[in-house]
């Protein structure tokens, strides 16, 4: 399958590690008074700061497809400074996007929001992944919250 694959021209992605959260194994310790489900009222700041080059889930599609996202923002002293978009349906979320503008990093913001998206998603008993760099240094962050690693993915992309 392979063989055929790289036959046919197909893009192969950087592998990932994928891991899961084990239920009994999260570790809610942050205070996420600062986080807030996105809506209307901070859709354009959420825009401003959306990682959005070389995506296919830009800010705007996120938004338009609030059916399967469930973004979350961090807000401090009433401005977003940060974000995670999350993926669900069919009993599995993604912890799909996340960034911290930078001169808030180191603060706890990302935990907070990783903190708020987790606790929200435990609640409605599905299942939570994420998928990062393998040798990422954010692997040490994800167990901190329980995050087991569950194998190494790889997405491929072709066009016929």
Same mark, same amino acid.
């Given at each position: ?5 790289q036959? &046919?021209n ?6 990932? @590690?994928c891991?899961?959260v084990?239920?009994n ?11 807030k489900? @996105? &809506? ?6 959420y825009?401003?700061i959306h ?15 609030? /059916?399967i ?6 807000i401090y ?8 978009d999350?993926?669900y =349906?069919? =009993?599995?979320m993604?912890?799909?996007? @996340?960034?911290?503008?930078?001169e808030?990093?180191?603060y706890g913001?990302?935990e907070?929001?990783i ?5 929200n998603?435990?609640n409605?008993n /599905?299942?939570?992944i ?6 990422? &240094?954010l692997e040490k962050?994800?167990?901190?919250f329980?995050f087991i690693?569950k =194998?190494?993915?790889?997405?491929v992309?072709?066009?016929?």
């Amino acid at each position: 399958m392979i063989t055929w694959l790289q036959n &046919s021209n197909a893009m192969f992605a950087e592998p990932e @590690l994928c891991m899961e959260v084990v239920l009994n194994d999260f570790v809610p310790s942050i205070n996420t008074k600062e986080i807030k489900e @996105l &809506s209307l009222n901070y859709y354009k700041e959420y825009s401003k700061i959306h990682n959005d080059e070389g995506r296919f889930w830009t800010s705007e599609k996120v938004i338009k497809a609030l /059916n399967i996202f469930k973004p979350f923002v961090a807000i401090y002293e009433n401005r977003v400074i940060g974000y995670i978009d999350i993926t669900y =349906g069919k =009993g599995i979320m993604e912890l799909y996007d @996340l960034l911290v503008i930078d001169e808030y990093r180191n603060y706890g913001f990302a935990e907070a929001l990783i903190n708020e998206a987790v606790e929200n998603v435990l609640n409605s008993n /599905n299942k939570v992944i994420v998928h990062i760099g393998v040798n990422s &240094s954010l692997e040490k962050m994800y167990e901190q919250f329980g995050f087991i690693k569950k =194998g190494i993915s790889q997405y491929v992309s072709i066009i016929l």
